[in-house]
């Protein structure tokens, strides 16, 4: 029997857990906080997962809360004038083919560590540091390291090759709520662009205590959005969010306004640089570590791909795994391995920079065409579950102008 370690407990490690039991591994997780310190800590994330992703754990058999979250059935986009007051200058929604979720992250991963004790997992609450992964990379076949932005992810080196930022570009701020008015028509993700203040998204969740909305903010560092710059109380975060959109976006605040915590732990604000690393960290005793996920490829999550990506990566290394049968999984294998997830993770990241500049006036047609054009709005809001799907035309002038042409030729013409 082989026996693999799993160092974070998350997104992609814990349903790479589950796919490697099914098949006989012996499994070892290693968590830095206990299921309770999870549950009971601050939010993590806004979390939101697309239909392919979500495919992925319903093959795994752990999609435990597909009948209590409230589904992602489209995403709406609005350009808002950055003056104050004033109105939208883009606007549109459409449908996902297949409807997305976001199940907090405090309810799920507790639930998918006992899950995984339970089928025999071997689950071991520590902080991992190097002399931590010399013991499992001795007493392992294989030590994957999926920590996420945990600070022994920092151990891989980042690869300048295929980073584009060492600093922030966004101030996050996370505001987990009841009593949020639901979007006419469905349920959805909604996105407003603010042009040089920032972004703002609400998205449809589900929490401890129930359905809930969740208030994300990414500022432009040292910006009107930027909530991370003052340590503020969970009360006084949701009347700064409140006054932010009666200034900015009065539409979103027509149905904030009687929206309410969620919890004192349904904050969050702060702040990190996208990133990719190198996938193989070598350890003083010169054996590897494999990074998976957040731990190599971090994306600001202003594209929402952050747990899909995750999950799609989980998915690639536990075939990988389960294709390598009884062979040693060197280094060579860790590298062919990434770079088949690379295959994919590259168009996520090239897209997620790309939404953190400020756009190209062929991608303002785009968008603006999306008003009149619904296949051009589809074609956008589903490129949140398929990200490749969105090129060339999204990054290329020529591209996008002749993909319009095709959409509005192909689907009547609206409004
Ligand atoms: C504000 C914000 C909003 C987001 N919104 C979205 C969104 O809407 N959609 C989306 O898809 N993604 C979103 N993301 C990103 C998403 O949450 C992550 O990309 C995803 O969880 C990554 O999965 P992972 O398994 O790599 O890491 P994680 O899920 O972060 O798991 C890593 C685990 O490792 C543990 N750990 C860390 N260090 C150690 C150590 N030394 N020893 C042992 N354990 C350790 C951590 O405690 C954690 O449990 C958001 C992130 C943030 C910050």
Redesign the pocket.
């Given at each position: 029997m082989r026996r693999i370690a799993i160092?974070?407990?998350?997104?992609?490690?814990?349903p790479l857990a589950f796919g490697l039991l099914d098949h006989g591994y012996e499994v070892t997780v290693?968590?830095?906080?206990t299921p309770d310190e999870?549950r009971n800590g601050k939010?993590?994330?806004?979390?939101?997962?697309?239909g392919a992703?979500l495919q992925i754990e319903r093959d795994l058999g752990v999609n435990d809360w597909d009948d209590v979250c409230p589904s992602v059935e489209g995403i709406s986009f609005t350009l808002q004038s950055p003056e104050p007051g004033g109105g939208p200058l883009i606007d549109w929604k459409a449908r996902l083919d297949r409807p997305g979720q976001?199940v907090d992250?405090r309810i799920k991963?507790p639930a998918w560590l006992a899950k995984l004790e339970a089928r025999g997992a071997r689950v071991s609450i520590?902080?991992?540091?190097v002399a931590?992964l010399e013991a499992l990379a001795k007493s392992h076949d294989l030590v994957v390291l999926?920590?996420?932005?945990?600070?022994?992810?920092q151990l891989l080196e980042r690869d300048a090759s295929r980073a584009s930022f060492d600093t922030p570009q966004r101030a996050?701020?996370?505001t987990y709520v009841h009593g949020l008015k639901e979007a006419n028509d469905y349920a959805r993700?909604s996105f407003n662009a603010v042009p040089g203040v920032g972004e703002y998204?609400v998205?449809p969740a589900l929490t401890l205590s129930g359905p809930c909305h969740?208030m994300?903010f990414e500022g432009i560092p040292q910006g009107p959005f930027d909530l991370s710059r003052d340590a503020l109380s969970p009360s006084e975060q949701l009347d700064a969010v409140r006054r932010l959109l009666r200034t900015y976006l009065p539409r979103e605040y027509d149905r904030a306004k009687r929206a309410e915590l969620t919890d004192a732990q349904g904050v969050?604000a702060?702040a990190?640089a996208p990133v990719v690393r190198k996938p193989v960290l070598s350890l003083p005793s010169g054996r590897a570590v494999f990074g998976?996920?957040?731990?190599v490829v971090?994306?600001d999550?202003i594209?929402?791909?952050?747990?899909?990506?995750?999950a799609k990566?989980?998915k690639v290394y536990l075939d990988a795994i389960l294709a390598r049968g009884d062979q040693p999984f060197t280094r060579d294998w860790m590298e062919q391995t990434f770079e088949q997830y690379w295959s994919y993770a590259q168009f996520v990241v090239q897209w997620t920079n790309s939404l953190l500049m400020p756009p190209p006036a062929y991608r303002v047609q785009l968008l603006d065409a999306a008003t009149r054009t619904p296949a051009v709005a589809s074609a956008i809001v589903n490129g949140f579950d398929d990200p490749p799907a969105l090129f060339p035309w999204w990054e290329d002038e020529h591209a996008c102008e002749q993909f319009i042409t095709q959409r509005q030729a192909a689907v009547p013409v609206t409004g």
């Open positions: 160092v974070g407990a998350g997104q992609a490690g814990l290693v968590s830095d906080r999870i939010v993590l994330s806004s979390q939101c997962m697309f992703a976001s992250q991963m520590q902080k991992a540091g931590e999926s920590a996420g932005r945990g600070e022994v992810a996050l701020s996370l993700v998204f998205i969740i994300f969050l702060g990190f998976l996920a957040d731990a971090v994306n999550p594209s929402g791909q952050g747990s899909s990506s995750a990566a989980c």
